[in-house]
DNA sequence: ACTTCTTAGTCTCTTCACGGAACTGACAAG
DNA sequence: CTTGTCAGTTCCGTGAAGAGACTAAGAAGT
């Protein structure tokens, strides 16, 4: 596809980008979120090109996103999510947020969440991490930080 | 890129690929949001060619995640958000807090976010909007839901 | 009236990424 | 020593992205 590269630019909208942007890299780590984690079952499950694959899961390994592990002697692997991989699911519940309130149609939602501590069927909704209220992109200011372009 | 639609799949993610995972499409977002309208102002911004551009518009505005509004008896447009647009912008806030940790490095993030409830540099953080506490997803159960795929 | 300027796109050509499917390699078990 | 399984690799054809020149529509200047 020819992709121009964004990670260079100053914006870490653009960085993150770069890191799972591609396509399907984020449906391998949704699966690899709810527990298929070789090669044949996630290529199975996306009807993605092995090759592809192959590409994906590589570049999310060299991002530190996912993990090789050998379950066997023979050449067997799984990937697993790192620290790193596990903090972008963030990202994946807010797209299922947005996508259950806008595209799920009169089937509704195909998956519910159930949030262990109250044990209720919920959803996530963004805070303030330091003072605790709902923050949406109209409550905030963007101000340049230490890390703005020249 | 002759990509497949991801649209069909009974799946929250793959719907809301669907609509803003094509290259550039996020950037697209940002730029109007941080107050950029008008063509050639993002194509500059961006340095995207106008022909992915006229394309990437068009689709944002088919998907009705912004709105093309005349502003001159010339032919001339702006591109705003509509409210299914801005609260894709959750997404965009999500992917900033994740890139400003893992890969801002020591130059620090390159924006910053003044919450207007508290007046403090902050960012987001997920709740559950249930009972307001921090909810990961390592926090949840998924559940099939009314939509689930047979 | 005619030229110039600005904005908002088209159009064309080239290159490279994706999709599909067959093939390979390593090892265990029978 | 053949068969089976998992995890890729290789090859080819198509079509999407990139670059940049070109076009359209109207206002403003001369």
Request: net charge neutral.
């Amino acid at each position: 596809m020819q992709r121009t590269t964004f990670g260079d630019m100053a914006c870490s909208i653009a960085r993150t980008l770069d890191v799972i942007w591609e396509p399907w890299s984020p449906l391998i780590l949704r699966d690899v979120w709810v527990g298929m984690r070789r090669f044949d079952e996630i290529q199975a499950d996306l009807g993605i090109s092995r090759k592809v694959l192959t590409e994906r899961l590589n570049h999310l390994v060299g991002e530190g996103v996912l993990e090789r592990r050998k379950y066997d002697p023979r050449p067997r692997y799984e990937y697993h999510l790192t620290i790193k991989g596990a903090e972008l699911l963030d990202l994946l519940m807010v797209m299922v947020r947005w996508g259950d309130k806008w595209l799920a149609g009169k089937a509704g939602p195909p998956v519910l969440y159930r949030h262990h501590a109250c044990g209720e069927i919920t959803s996530v909704e963004l805070h303030c991490a330091h003072c605790g209220e709902p923050m949406r992109a109209g409550d905030i200011d963007l101000l340049p930080g230490p890390g703005a372009a020249v």
